[in-house]
């Protein structure tokens, strides 16, 4: 999932914003991934990533539905950064999958 693709190294870097309060974050998140706010897309961070250092940085907004993460990708968006996602189905989705024993 990260900085490999096909076998090789990968030529992006994949940025996971987690937008889920910080309890939910810490008894779960995936690997990597950063917890963020609304309110720090809306300043800084959020301009940050529309710099281009981040030019070929995958972002992907999650949150434990699409709702929440719909909302932090609009504001992206608005800073006019380019490759960025929302997590399909959410974390609450992602763990319906890929937890372990199903």
């Known amino acids: 999932m990260h900085r490999r693709l096909g076998g ?6 994949l940025v996971l914003l987690d937008l889920r309060d910080e309890s939910a974050f810490n008894r779960f998140h995936l690997l990597d991934a950063r ?14 990533l529309a710099d281009a250092r981040y030019a070929t940085s995958i972002k992907v907004v999650l949150s ?11 504001v992206l968006a608005a ?4 490759h960025a996602y ?16 199903r």
């Open 79 to 82: 800073h006019g950064v380019a």
């Open 35 to 48: 917890r963020t706010t609304l309110a720090l897309l809306r300043g800084d961070e959020g301009r940050a």
């Open 86 to 101: 929302v997590l399909a189905g959410g974390v609450n989705l992602w763990l319906d999958v890929f937890r372990e024993g």
């Open 8 to 13: 090789g190294l990968a030529r992006f870097h």
């Open 64 to 74: 434990d539905d699409e709702a929440s993460a719909e909302a932090g990708w609009r």
